[in-house]
T-cell receptor, first 113, second 116 residues
C-alpha cells in the first residue's frame, strides 16, 4: 500500500514551458486534491475532484488545469509556466471516516525560471 | 467560507516543557472538523490530531491534545513534554462536513523550535 505518490519530486522549468504533475493513490479514495505551498504559508487549494471524471476549481486555479480520467490518478497541468508558479505542490486524497483524514503525497518542488 | 487564523509565526519552547499553539477559526458550516498537521524540514505533511465539532471531549493522541473551545472558535494544540524532534512547522486546518468538496482550509502555520 503505497498511499499517495507524486511524480516528479523536483522539476525546473523555463517560463512558457508546460508540464504535468502526476498524483496516484491506491486507497480507492473518491476525493483528490492539488494544493500549492509558498514559503512561509499554508497550503492553498488549486483544484479538486470528488470522483472519477469530475473536477472543480479551488482557491487559486488560474494557470492550472486538471484531469481525473481514472479514479486513482489526478493530473495537474501547467500549460505555460510562469515564475509565480514556483512552489511546492502537494497532492492529497480523502476518505470519509472517523478522522476524515486527508492523506498527503510527499510533494513536488517546482521552480520556474 | 472558512478561515483559519494562526497568530504565532514562531514559538520557542524548552525541551521537556509543554507548549500551546494557537488556532482560531471561522465557518458557517454547522458541522466541521479541525486538524493539526506537522511539517518537518523534510517537507512532508504529517497528520497529528483531529477534533469533530460535535465531539464532546477534547481529542488526545499521545503527547498531543487539542484544546477545543467551540464558543470561542478556538482549537489550540498542546504538546506536552516537548522533544527536539518536535521542531517543525505546525498547521491548523478545518473542513466543513456538510458540503460536497471536503477540502481542507489551512492556516499560515507556526514554526516551533524546541531548545535543548
Amino acid at each position: 500500500n503505497a498511499g499517495v505518490t507524486q511524480t516528479p519530486k523536483f522539476r525546473v522549468l523555463k517560463t512558457g514551458q508546460s508540464m504535468t504533475l502526476l498524483c496516484a493513490q491506491d486507497m480507492n479514495h473518491e476525493y483528490m486534491y492539488w494544493y500549492r505551498q509558498d514559503p512561509g504559508m499554508g497550503l492553498r487549494l488549486i483544484h479538486y475532484s470528488v470522483g472519477e471524471g469530475t473536477t472543480a476549481k479551488g482557491e487559486v486555479p488560474d494557470g492550472y488545469n486538471v484531469s481525473r480520467l481514472k479514479k486513482q490518478n489526478f493530473l495537474l497541468g501547467l500549460e505555460s509556466a510562469a515564475p509565480s508558479q514556483t512552489s511546492v505542490y502537494f497532492c492529497a486524497s480523502f476518505r470519509d471516516g472517523p478522522y476524515n483524514e486527508q492523506f498527503f503525497g510527499p510533494g513536488t518542488r517546482l521552480t520556474v525560471l | 467560507a472558512q478561515k483559519i487564523t494562526q497568530t504565532q509565526p514562531g514559538m520557542f519552547v524548552q525541551e521537556k516543557e509543554a507548549v500551546t499553539l494557537d488556532c482560531t477559526y471561522d465557518t458557517s458550516d454547522p458541522s466541521y472538523g479541525l486538524f493539526w498537521y506537522k511539517q518537518p524540514s523534510s517537507g512532508e505533511m504529517i497528520f497529528l490530531i483531529y477534533q469533530g465539532s460535535y465531539d464532546q471531549q477534547n481529542a488526545t493522541e499521545g503527547r498531543y491534545s487539542l484544546n477545543f473551545q467551540k464558543a470561542r472558535k478556538s482549537a489550540n494544540l498542546v504538546i506536552s513534554a516537548s522533544q527536539l524532534g518536535d521542531s517543525a512547522m505546525y498547521f491548523c486546518a478545518m473542513r466543513g462536513l456538510s458540503g460536497s468538496a471536503r477540502q481542507l482550509t489551512f492556516g499560515s502555520g507556526t514554526q516551533l523550535t524546541v531548545l535543548p
